[in-house]
């Protein structure tokens, strides 16, 4: 793999890490579907820099691919002793670091759900079900105990399920501009001061654009290609010097 395809794989891989709603099983954003739809949309948008054609199968189907390999280095890590450091062979092992126990915590809630659903289904609907939890990698939703515990509720002697309820309701009745709004603040919280300068001008110019009905597909396209232009480029030492016009 070129430098170019790890740089592009690594701003995926980053998405994919600032979209708790599609990956991190014991958040509120997980159980809510249009905050799962809206993280899913924006990496198909990101993958089809490199893939015009992409959608969320696609999506899904590369995410596999890592997550199976990290798994895989996982399992090898478990397993080294004390004597024999390990070292994985893969370049976006550290990258997917976020994903301990969100693997582990798969497995066994994909087990546990399989072995309920044997009890009291045909033999035939249940290898149909095991097949369809074998090609999603994703674990299901988190249980209401799983919830409550990272949901920000005051700490009481008696803990109820109202908070943990409360918030999935919130969530679930997101519409899909909500869902869209409230994941890009998640994303726009962990940019760097500059960064988020730019992005702000960035954003204020595209909804301008947008209200006065002039934006196109053409722009899109233009934009992706002026940045992998730019990350192609040679970095310059007075890039950091560079006055940025950022009022709207």
Partial sequence: MNSRDRQFWTEFLELYRSLPAVWKVKSPEYSSRALKSAGYEQLVQKLREVEPDADRALVVKKINSFRTNFRR???????????????????YFELLSFLEGQEEHSSCQILQKSSNFDLETPPELVRKKRRSAVKDEFPASPTAAELCSTVHCPTSPLRSPTCNRQQRKRLSTLSESEALAHTW????????????????????????????????????AQ??????????????ANVEDESVDVDS
């Fill in 73 to 91: 280095d996982l399992r090898k890590r478990d397993h080294c002793s004390d004597e024999e450091p390990f070292e994985s062979t893969l370049w």
């Fill in 185 to 220: 603040l998640t994303q726009f919280e962990e940019l760097a001061p500059r960064q988020k300068l730019l992005a702000r001008k960035l954003i204020s110019d595209v909804l301008y654009y947008g209200c006065m009905q002039q934006l196109e597909p053409c722009h899109v």
């Fill in 223 to 236: 934009l992706q290609q002026m940045m992998m232009r730019r990350r192609s480029e040679p970095p310059q």
